[in-house]
């Protein structure tokens, strides 16, 4: 069984910076492609960002966000800098395992296998 945990999660203010770790275990890590999602309350959740052999990333987070991995240590980053209010959310990380479809498709909820509870940034004004 594949579990997520993700950490890092914290009150910041508006233009400031956060890294949030997801560390995987009980899997092949390297096998996985790996993304962040977001959610508010009342909302549905927006992809982020993602990683398999290259990275994507949603426009509103491109240039500010960075997503990386360290198959090593079995976990995905997501640094994310100049930070606003809005951005406030549950930070959720999931991962791929590019069996059903065996295609990448970062945006698509329904492709992701795992997911980890979440953790929450709070941006403040």
């Known amino acids: 069984q594949v579990q997520l945990v993700e950490s890092g999660g914290q009150l910041v203010q508006a233009g400031g910076s956060l890294r949030l770790s997801c560390a995987a275990s009980?899997?092949?890590?390297?096998?996985?492609?790996m993304s962040w999602f977001r959610q508010n309350p009342g909302k549905e959740r927006e992809f982020v960002a993602a990683?398999?052999?290259?990275?994507s990333y949603s426009d509103s987070v491109k240039c500010r966000f960075t997503i990386s991995r360290d198959n090593a240590k079995n976990t995905v980053y997501l640094q994310m800098n100049s930070l606003k209010p809005d951005e406030t959310a549950v930070y959720y990380c999931?991962?791929?395992?590019?069996?059903?479809?065996?295609?990448?498709?970062?945006?698509?909820?329904?492709?992701?296998?795992?997911w980890g509870q979440g953790t929450q940034v709070t941006v403040s004004s």
């Open positions: 009980g899997c092949t890590f390297s096998i996985y492609a």
């Open positions: 999931a991962a791929n395992d590019l069996r059903n479809p065996p295609i990448f498709r970062p945006e698509v909820i329904s492709d992701y296998d795992y």
């Open positions: 990683i398999r052999k290259i990275t």
